[in-house]
C-alpha cells in the first residue's frame, strides 16, 4: 500500500462518480422492482468496494496498482451487472459509463478508448445472455465507442491543463524562491556592508542605496515593471540637530529640500517618533511638515521608519513612492530590515567617533597633564631647590668670612626650605597617585586629602561620606570621585578665600542607588554664566577637568555660584544603569520643560 502527503485527485473524481452512478442505478433498480433481483448483490458489492475506496482516498492512501485494480473492478461489475439486468434494453444499461469514466480518469484517452472497447464486447455478448436485437446492439456499441472517445478526450484534455498549471506553478515557486534567495543575499551583503562602515556620512548614503537595490532585486529594469523605476521612488534619512529634524542623507531631493529642517511636531513625522513604531500613510501634499519637499509632495505613498536604539532616538528614514499602495507588507518588511541594520550601523559610527574623540581627548588631558606639572614643578619645587642652592653658596661664603652665627641661622632656614619642598613633592606625588585610595579606600583617601591641604596651606577642610555608600562605589569611580573632589578643593582654595571646605558624599535620599557628591564653601563665589561663556580664554582647565570627570562615571555636574555667597559643586554618580537611565531621563525632560 501507498501513502502520500497530499490527497490524490484523481481517487476523489472516481469515488465521487462512483456514487452517482450507484445512486443512479438504484433508482432504476427501484423503478423496475427489481431491487431484489440478482443485480443487486453486485450493487452491494460496489457499494461496499466504493466505501473502500473512499475511506483509502480520505487517508491519502493507495493499493499497489491502485488504478489498474480499480478500472478492472469497475469493468467486471459493470459486465455483469449489464449482463444480469438486462442488457441494453434492461434499466440499468447506462452502467458501462463507470468503467470507462474511471479508466478515462486513471488513464485519459487510451483508458476511455480501451474501456469503451471492452464494454462493445460485452454488449454484443448481450445477443447470447438477453437475445437483444443486432440492430440495437450495433447502435449501443457506436454509442458506448463515441462515448468512451468522449471522455477519454476530456479527460486528457483536463489532464494537460493541470500539468500545464502545476508546471506554471513550478516555474512561479522556482523563480519566487529565486527572488527571494537574491533578496536574502542582498539583505546579508547589505548588513555586511553597513555593520563594516565606521564612517558616519557613508552609512547614511549606503542605507538608502541599499534600500533602492533591496526593491529591485528582483526587477533589474524599470521597463519589466514600470512602478519599479527609480526615478519613481525617494528617499531620506532624517537626523536630530537640537530639537530639530535634518536630511542627513537624501536621493531626489533638490538642493532646497536638502536644507529643508522639521520641527517634528506635526504630521505623519509627529506619529513615527511618538508611537516609535513604522507607518505607512498616502499623500503627503497636504501634510504639514513633510509637504513642504518638493520630491515627497509628488508621492502617493509613504513609509516612515523610527531610528531608534535602547533609549537613543537617532531620527526617522522616510521613503516615498508615486504608486498607490506601493508600499505593502513585503516591501515593508524589507525595508524595515533595511532601517534596523542602518540603526545598529550608525550606532556603532556615532560610537567609532566617540571612541575617537575620547582618545584625542585622553591625549590633550595627558598632554595637558605634563603641561601642569611642569608648571607647578617650576613653581614649586624647581624654585625652591634653586632657592636651597642659593643659599648654600651664601652659607659657605660667611663660613668662609667667620661669621659664624648668621652661617648657623641660614643653615635652619635652609633645612626648613627643604622640608617644605619635600612636603610639596610629596603632595603633587600624592595627587599623581593616591596610594592611599588603593590601600585604605575612598574615605581615607579624601581624608588624606585634606590632611596635605591642612598642612600645606593651611586650608581646612571637612569631610563626611556615608561609610556604606563608600563600601558600595567601585574602584574605578572612587578615584573619579577622589580626583572631582581634589579639582574642587583645590580650586575653591585659590579662588574661594573660605575658611572651610565642606566635603559630603551621601546616596541620594529618595534614589539610594544615586551617589551625591557635593564641594561647598562660604567663600566670594563667583557668576558661573559669564565665566562659563568666557571660560576658554582664561587659560585654566579646572571646570573643564570636573565636567569630563563627571563624564566618565555617567554623571551629571551641577554648579551653583554667585558673587559672594559662596560655591557649591554638586555631582550626581549612578551606581546602576537603571539608575543611569532614571538621571539621564529627568535631566532631559527638565531641559525640555525648560525649553518649552
Not at 440492430?135 to 484534455?157: D, E, N, P
Not at 533638490?254 to 504630521?267: C, E, L, N
Request: with cysteine.
Amino acid at each position: 500500500m501507498v501513502r502520500s502527503d497530499s490527497p490524490y485527485l484523481a481517487d476523489w473524481y472516481v469515488v465521487s462518480l462512483r456514487w452517482l452512478i450507484l445512486l443512479g442505478t438504484t433508482v432504476s433498480l427501484s423503478l423496475a422492482a427489481k431491487l431484489l433481483s440478482p443485480a443487486s448483490i453486485l450493487l452491494l458489492i460496489l457499494t461496499a468496494w466504493n466505501a473502500t475506496l473512499m475511506w483509502l482516498a480520505g487517508q491519502s492512501r493507495r493499493l499497489a496498482r491502485h488504478r489498474e485494480i480499480n478500472v478492472a473492478v469497475d469493468l467486471v461489475i459493470a459486465a455483469l451487472f449489464f449482463l444480469f439486468a438486462g442488457g441494453l434494453v434492461g434499466p440499468a444499461a447506462w452502467i458501462l459509463l463507470l468503467p470507462m469514466i474511471s479508466a478515462s480518469l486513471y488513464f485519459n484517452f487510451k483508458g476511455g478508448l480501451l474501456a469503451s472497447i471492452i464494454m462493445v464486447m460485452v454488449e454484443l455478448a448481450d445477443i447470447f445472455f438477453n437475445t437483444t436485437n443486432i440492430f440495437i446492439i450495433m447502435i449501443g456499441a457506436l454509442v458506448t465507442l463515441g462515448l468512451g472517445c468522449l471522455f477519454g478526450y476530456l479527460s486528457q484534455r483536463t489532464y494537460n491543463q493541470l500539468q500545464n498549471e502545476r508546471k506554471k506553478q513550478i516555474v512561479l515557486r522556482e523563480k519566487q524562491q529565486k527572488v527571494d534567495t537574491d533578496r536574502l543575499r542582498t539583505i546579508y551583503n547589505m548588513s555586511s556592508e553597513l555593520t563594516s562602515m565606521l564612517s558616519y556620512t557613508h552609512v547614511l548614503e549606503a542605507s538608502l542605496d541599499l534600500s533602492i537595490n533591496a526593491l529591485q532585486v528582483e526587477i533589474k529594469t524599470s521597463r519589466a515593471n514600470p512602478e519599479m523605476a527609480e526615478n519613481n521612488f525617494c528617499g531620506a534619512v532624517l537626523l536630530f540637530q537640537g530639537e530639530e529634524l535634518i536630511v542627513g542623507a537624501s536621493r531626489r531631493f533638490t538642493q532646497i529640500d536638502a536644507r529643508t529642517t522639521f520641527p517634528g511636531k506635526t504630521g505623519i513625522l509627529a506619529r513615527t517618533l511618538e508611537e516609535g513604531e513604522p507607518l505607512v500613510g498616502g499623500n503627503l501634499a497636504e501634510d504639514p511638515e513633510l509637504g513642504r519637499v518638493i520630491a515627497l509632495s509628488q508621492c502617493n505613498s509613504v513609509y516612515c521608519i523610527p531610528m531608534r536604539s535602547g533609549l537613543n532616538m537617532y531620527g526617522v528614514i522616510i521613503y516615498g513612492h508615486t504608486s498607490p499602495g506601493f508600499f505593502d507588507r513585503e516591501r515593508c518588511d524589507i525595508l524595515g530590515i533595511v532601517g534596523r541594520q542602518a540603526v545598529i550601523a550608525i550606532h556603532n559610527a556615532r560610537l567609532y567617533q566617540d571612541l575617537s574623540d575620547e582618545k584625542e581627548r585622553m591625549m590633550e588631558v595627558q598632554e595637558e597633564a605634563r603641561k601642569k606639572l611642569a608648571r607647578d614643578l617650576h613653581d614649586g619645587p624647581t624654585q625652591s631647590v634653586s632657592a636651597i642652592a642659593m643659599r648654600v653658596g651664601m652659607v659657605r661664603r660667611l663660613i668662609d668670612r667667620g661669621d659664624q652665627a648668621i652661617a648657623m641661622d641660614e643653615l635652619v632656614k635652609i633645612e626648613d626650605l627643604a622640608r617644605r619642598t619635600t612636603k610639596e613633592i610629596r603632595h603633587m606625588l600624592f595627587t599623581l597617585r593616591p596610594l592611599v585610595l588603593e590601600s585604605q579606600g575612598l574615605i581615607a583617601a579624601l581624608q588624606a586629602n585634606a590632611e596635605k591641604m591642612k598642612e600645606m596651606y593651611e586650608q581646612d577642610v571637612s569631610i563626611q561620606v556615608d561609610e556604606t555608600l563608600a563600601a558600595q562605589i567601585e574602584m574605578g569611580k572612587s578615584g573619579v570621585i577622589f580626583y572631582i573632589a581634589e579639582e574642587a578643593v583645590n580650586n575653591a582654595r585659590k579662588h574661594a578665600k573660605s575658611p572651610v571646605i565642606w566635603v559630603r558624599l551621601n546616596p541620594l535620599p529618595k534614589h539610594p542607588d544615586i551617589a551625591f557628591l557635593e564641594i561647598s564653601d562660604n567663600g566670594e563665589g563667583f557668576d558661573v554664566a559669564a565665566v562659563t561663556q568666557s571660560y576658554d580664554k582664561r587659560g585654566s582647565l579646572g571646570m573643564v577637568n570636573l565636567r569630563e570627570r563627571t563624564e566618565l562615571v555617567n554623571g551629571i555636574l551641577n554648579i551653583q555660584s554667585a558673587p559672594g555667597k559662596g560655591t557649591k559643586i554638586q555631582v550626581f554618580i549612578p551606581l546602576t544603569e537603571d539608575a543611569a537611565d532614571l538621571l539621564h531621563n529627568a535631566r532631559d525632560n527638565q531641559k525640555k520643560n525648560t525649553t518649552n
